[in-house]
């Protein structure tokens, strides 16, 4: 299972070099229509719209259950035989969150603590999206488990973006 994340000015290189089968844009609800990647190379693709915040703040769209519900059901529905392309704006928080979020569906009996740390090694950037996280923790049943560890991680270094890169998931 290859799980790979990046910015969104990555995407199509990405797309050149590792031939995704699945694609996940996270962008803002105010991105342009050409801001998001289509399917023209044959990915199945999901779209989820909601702003890269850490607590509800009034004028801006949080992610809720439904979108998380929607980030699993698809992540379910993946076959795993060719990489899972992972994107948002900068590649570094919200897309990390997915990512993570994804490996520990995948990985019910692995600890979050090594996926978070596989994470970190694998993007030492990486600032996964706490309130994301949190609701997937609640629909996975971990309990806390998840957003213990992405504190536990903390905040990554500073970047304007982050780079593609691999989520190792075993």
Request: hydrophobic share 45%; aromatic share 4%.
């Amino acid at each position: 299972m290859t799980l790979l994340v990046c910015p969104l000015s990555q995407v199509e290189t990405a797309r050149a070099l590792h031939r995704p089968s699945h694609l996940i844009s996270l962008l803002s609800p105010s991105s342009p229509a050409e801001a998001w990647p289509g399917a023209d190379t044959g990915e199945t693709c999901l779209r989820l719209a909601f702003h890269d915040i850490a607590e509800v703040r009034e004028g801006l769209t949080p992610p809720d259950a439904a979108l998380v519900a929607r980030l699993l059901d698809f992540a379910a529905d993946w076959d795993a035989k060719r990489p899972m392309l992972i994107h948002c704006w900068a590649g570094v928080s919200r897309s990390t969150a997915a990512a993570f979020i994804i490996a520990c569906q995948r990985a019910p009996r692995r600890a979050e603590q090594d996926i978070a740390q596989a994470l970190r090694r694998a993007a030492p950037y990486a600032t996964p999206n706490p309130l994301l996280v949190s609701l997937a923790d609640a629909a996975l049943d971990r309990h806390g488990r998840m957003s213990a560890a992405v504190a536990e991680i903390g905040r990554g270094a500073d970047t304007a973006e982050g780079a593609l890169f691999e989520l190792p998931t075993a």
